[in-house]
């Protein structure tokens, strides 16, 4: 599924390198983060989550990083292969709230 | 594969109709997100029920409405259509309520003639 399309921040990267996509949330109150894909003509698939209380977590192949000083979210894919290729959103749920607050994403580009 | 399923995947229809989606939740998670997401405005977060009751709402129109039945599928109406409603409709469906991993369904295109 498209989303943000004209608009939306791009990141190429050689197969085999890792990734680095960037987020940043506005929200101090916000505790609960987190980082979804999305490919063509799919619902969002969740990545990977981080409370607040923490500030680095990680996954088979992703890691997540919060820092809070600066309200900025990192999602970073190690060995990125061409499967990767996708539009990334980070979403942050504010305290005490119900729903995601989603970002506008990222298309990940990876060139064999 | 989520577990959450929609239904219909693609919905054409005139502008001043009404249309209904669907969407069952996985096996025993009690909440349901609906979002929409267009081209100029990302994932947008529009109404949640839980348990049958609605809990949050987000940036919905009055025009739509939503509803959880005993059985734990929703249904979002959207009524008097207008162009600017095409756009991919998501469910996502949450174990309980509050933090936690939403895992979302394939989604319902909608396109309004």
């Known amino acids: 599924g498209e989303s943000v399309g004209l608009h939306l921040p791009t990141l190429s990267v050689q197969e085999g390198d890792n990734s680095i996509i960037n987020c940043a949330y506005s929200n101090s109150a916000s505790d609960y983060f987190i980082w979804y894909k999305q490919e063509s003509g799919k619902g969002p698939q969740f990545i990977i989550d981080?409370?607040?209380?923490?500030d680095k977590r990680q996954g088979q192949r992703v890691t997540v990083l919060l820092n809070k000083t600066v309200k900025h979210l990192s999602l970073q894919i190690a060995a990125t292969q061409p499967g990767d290729s996708a539009v990334y959103f980070c979403a942050e749920r504010a305290a005490g709230a119900n729903n995601l607050f989603f970002g506008t994403g990222t298309r990940l580009t990876v060139i064999p | 594969d989520s577990g959450v399923t929609q239904t219909p995947k693609h919905l054409i229809t005139a502008t001043g109709q009404r249309v209904t989606l669907r969407c069952s939740p996985r096996s025993g998670d009690l909440s349901v997100y609906w979002y929409q997401q267009s081209l100029d405005q990302g994932l947008q977060f529009l109404i949640q029920y839980y348990n049958g009751e609605e809990r949050a709402k987000g940036n919905i129109l009055e025009r739509f409405s939503a509803q959880q039945f005993p059985d734990l599928h929703s249904e979002l109406n959207l009524s008097s259509l207008e162009l600017g409603d095409s756009a991919l409709y998501f469910c996502?469906?949450?174990?309980?309520?509050?933090?936690?991993?939403?895992?979302f369904g394939a989604g319902t295109r909608l396109s309004v003639l």
């Open positions: 981080i409370r607040s209380n923490m």
């Open positions: 996502a469906s949450q174990a309980g309520t509050g933090g936690g991993i939403q895992y």
